[in-house]
């Protein structure tokens, strides 16, 4: 997925913190210390969020990569400690053993609980749900504002927005709108709709679903203007950007589909229609289009037009009124009961916004890579001047 940045994370849920390492940032960038905590801030607040969300107070400590404010081009490591560490002490404690434990054995469906204990051989299946906990989308968030801040240097603007919760839609941002506009509009709430006008009915679509006991899931869309034509490449499976960005997206928890571009209408038409063609006014040195229909990316390469894509989460699958199981002794019971969200679609607009911004910058380093930031601004902007500016004119 990465072939210039190593992104790693460790921590569970309830345990004493998660630890984010991200190796391959150049040196001489600046953090952005109030963009960084903006964006831990909106992983942390949804409006479908249950009472995790106000117990965590997104606290950090940056223990390497940067001096005074500067990336020094070493790996870049933040511990994040879990406020909710000290109600779990007991049962997270990672040497102590306390005398009496209840381990969970009825898993919930849908959940890691039981694929987690099979694969590992647990018997309490809180080894596996707390690692599966998408806690750990924290380190995600972290390492994609990192990534946000020198793609910014780059003339790169990423944003995401839900378009869908469950069955319902939301009104999206027109077409050709800058992300930093849609940000302006999507972050300024807490259900990451384009339009405030629509908060009430996300509401009560999410109390009743709250007081029914169960979750919701949803769609979000996301845009990334300003790649420069080249990023990724079709010589090898590895090197196709589309290919990265769908596991990037695919690997974030509750996500069950991906779609690239408006790959679901080009399926459904003739070639004929489902090209990207230039207006009759392009020239040499400036190429406009219409449409962008394949999202930005051709042959696993960008094109120079902004990335676009829609990803599917399924409903958060801790139910409140718990659903039938079956636990390792083959009794049918009802699941485990675990506190968790009503739905995590809003929040997970940040959580995708950061993994576009990884494997995009990924693909930035390895076209332009240097060890400091200014080589690469100097490589990116020569490339810009030597070839045409692309442009989306949907109304030309
Ligand atoms: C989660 C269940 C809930 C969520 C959690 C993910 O946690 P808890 O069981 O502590 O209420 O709040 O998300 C986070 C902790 C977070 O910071 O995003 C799950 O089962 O995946």
Request: net charge positive; with cysteine; aromatic share 6%.
């Amino acid at each position: 997925m990465f072939n210039r940045l190593t992104y790693t994370s460790a921590g569970e849920s309830h345990g004493p913190g998660v630890t984010m390492i991200l190796s391959g940032i150049p040196a001489g960038l600046k953090f952005d210390v109030a963009f960084f905590e903006y964006e831990l801030e909106k992983r942390n607040l949804d409006m479908g969020r249950g009472k995790r969300g106000a117990i965590e107070q997104n606290a950090y400590m940056l223990t390497g990569g940067v001096r005074h404010g500067i990336t020094i081009g070493s790996p870049i490591s933040i511990y994040f400690p879990n406020a909710d560490y000290a109600n779990w002490q007991q049962r997270m404690d990672p040497l102590l053993k306390p005398e009496r434990i209840t381990p969970i054995t009825t898993p919930r469906p849908g959940h890691a609980d039981f694929v987690g204990s099979v694969k590992y051989g647990f018997r309490d299946m809180r080894n596996a749900l707390e690692r599966a906990s998408a806690r750990e989308t924290l380190a995600r968030v972290a390492a994609g504002a990192i990534a946000q801040m020198l793609l910014k240097k780059c003339g790169c603007d990423v944003a995401a927005y839900v378009s869908y919760l469950g069955d319902k839609a939301y009104r999206e941002p027109p077409v050709g709108m800058h992300p930093s506009d849609i940000r302006s509009k999507t972050q300024a709430n807490i259900g990451y709709v384009f339009d405030i006008g629509e908060l009430p009915r996300m509401q009560q679509q999410i109390d009743r679903a709250r007081d029914a006991g169960t979750t919701l899931g949803g769609q979000l869309k996301f845009v990334l203007w300003g790649c420069p034509v080249g990023l990724g490449s079709y010589t090898d499976i590895q090197n196709r950007l589309d290919a990265r960005l769908a596991m990037a997206l695919m690997s974030i928890p509750s996500v069950k589909g991906v779609v690239l571009g408006a790959a679901i209408e080009q399926s459904r038409l003739h070639g004929s229609k489902t090209q990207d063609i230039v207006t009759a006014e392009s020239s040499k040195t400036h190429h406009i289009y219409q449409s962008n229909m394949n999202g930005g990316l051709t042959a696993g390469v960008t094109n120079g037009l902004p990335l676009t894509g829609s990803i599917f989460l399924k409903p958060l699958s801790t139910q409140r009124k718990a659903l039938r199981s079956i636990d390792a002794d083959g009794h049918l019971k009802t699941a485990h009961k675990e506190r968790s969200d009503v739905s995590a679609v809003g929040r997970a607009t940040t959580v995708v916004s950061a993994m576009v911004a990884l494997v995009v910058l990924d693909a930035v380093l390895e076209k332009f890579g240097g060890d400091a930031v200014t080589e690469i601004e100097q490589r990116l902007d020569s490339w810009r001047k030597a070839h045409p500016v692309i442009e989306l004119r949907p109304d030309a």
